[in-house]
């Protein structure tokens, strides 16, 4: 526990909150500070997702955003996610650039037997060739669920009346690596990243162990 | 400035809530907060030892009546639910329910430990733990994976089998298998149900020999079955001790890596078996029921109706079944 602490606060401390697309620095121009985007896609399941972001004009590149997104579903706002975070572009050489993320993810889950309410800790990096109306980079991060809420519903205590509700500490984390590619045209970018899940550890994975995101943006 | 300002009050935020977190901190892999205790873990639960492990097990009826040995589905699930067969007792019959290595309350191993070979020992040990007298007649009632892992036994040792009931195995061969995984699996992909089920992933994972968080996952996971969209026609959600995560890991994994072919020696086995299948489950039905169970030489084929997979679960299908699951065992006492 103390070392997600410390992890969590030295990351934030680099003030980098998060985002979890994918973003051309090289497409933007002088005066475009803000964005919206939508996407849709294999995020943990069947997702759409909506952001805000803002660039600031730091030392290094800086965007900060947030973005809500959930699953399809009957029940559509039972189990969500909202991000919020950030990437800072670390190197630059010509047109290779290197971008480390952080994002710090709260989600929700419920089905008929538990609710669960997540804190988790995202870090990432993406390293790529970028030129103003393309790039195409690798990516390769681990998310953590750091703490992890559960409260059980009647129906699982029918199963096992002794379980506890509370806070758990951690409850897992998943590695996700992959690749990703974009297009960029007037204040518009079209992007797609999709990769593979793995489990902490590498010796299990998710039940579909695989992500596939595609994103449209605009500038502003 | 701004930036300054809005990292300051996140890691404020964070402080905050981890602060909050810590005051009643649980972890997940401490035996009993999430999941019950294994029988090596809680010494008041009824075990034997066999095998090199030690099984979850109990047995009702008189110990010198026939041996019905009650195999339960999975791989990974336990007998919970399948209690009901506790009623062959009061007809004479001595009922002996385990949970297989690894599943329910029955001891946990690794991973690299589990096999199909070690699956049928099991089984065989625990006809030998309760079998009283060398001419004690042992009838088999394997549902679902049970029903697979009955015939494998079978297949192997027809001659020391007297009977066997067989409701909605799988199948026999990986094909078989595969196929019917895929339709009781068919979810659209807009459904709460299959979106549940994966986006689960991001909360809860563990290691390899985490079995705590894994049995755990793998239980909210497998609730999917009861959901009122999938295909299997179940009442609602069975009801489980605690799920076997790893062992069903292990041997899913063989079988795709390897293959399976349990008909290979059926041929030996002239017995008639009792093969179920039930009407509200629409990825099996009787064409599967048919393709299956044509590898052993004598079938009674029988619809349990008004009920779904778990047709020995619920009060229906259970009803509609027990009187030709009886009648059928005394036709071979």
Known sequence: ?220 | MKLQLFSLGLILALGCLISACQKGELDPNQPGNLVPLTVDQDPSLPSIAVNGTQLHAEAFGHPDSALLVVIHGGPGADYRYLLNCKAFADDGFRVVFYDQRGSGLSKRHTKDSYNLQVVWDDLEAVIEHYKTHAGQKVFLLGHSWGGMLATAYINANPGKIDGAILGEPGGFTYAQMREYLDRSHGYSLFSETLNDAVYLDQFLSGRGDEHEILDYKFGLWAAADGAKDSPVGNEGPLPTWRAGAVVFDALFSIGEKDGFDWTTNLDHFDTTILFVYSENNTAYGEAHASKVSSAYPNVQLFRVDDAGHDMLSFPRGWANFYPVGLAYLNSLK
């Open chain 1, 1 to 220: 526990m103390k070392n997600s602490i410390i992890i969590i606060i030295v990351l934030l401390g680099m003030t980098v909150p998060v985002f979890a697309q994918n973003i051309n620095w090289q497409a933007f121009q002088p005066e475009q500070k803000q964005f919206v985007q939508i996407q849709t896609g294999w995020d943990y399941g069947l997702t759409l997702g909506l952001g805000y972001g803002r660039k600031f004009n730091t030392r290094m590149p800086v965007l900060v955003n947030i973005e809500y997104s959930f699953p399809a579903g009957e029940r559509l706002f039972d189990d969500f996610k909202v991000r919020l975070g950030g990437q800072v572009e670390v190197i630059r050489r010509g047109g290779f650039s290197a971008t480390v993320k952080v994002y710090s993810p709260f989600r929700r889950f419920e089905n008929s037997l538990v609710r669960l309410v997540n804190f988790g800790g995202e870090f990432s990096g993406v390293a790529g060739f970028y030129r103003k109306h393309w790039y195409v980079a690798g990516e390769f991060g681990f998310d953590k669920a750091i703490a992890t809420h559960v409260r059980h519903t009647p129906l699982a205590r029918e199963t096992y009346p002794n379980a506890r509700d509370g806070w758990y500490v951690p409850t897992g984390g998943n590695y996700f690596y992959g690749l990703q590619a974009g297009v960029s045209f007037g204040n518009s970018d079209i992007s797609l990243k999709a990769g593979n899940l793995a489990s902490q550890g590498w010796k299990t994975k998710p039940y579909v162990p695989k992500y596939a995101v595609l994103a449209y943006s605009y500038r502003f």
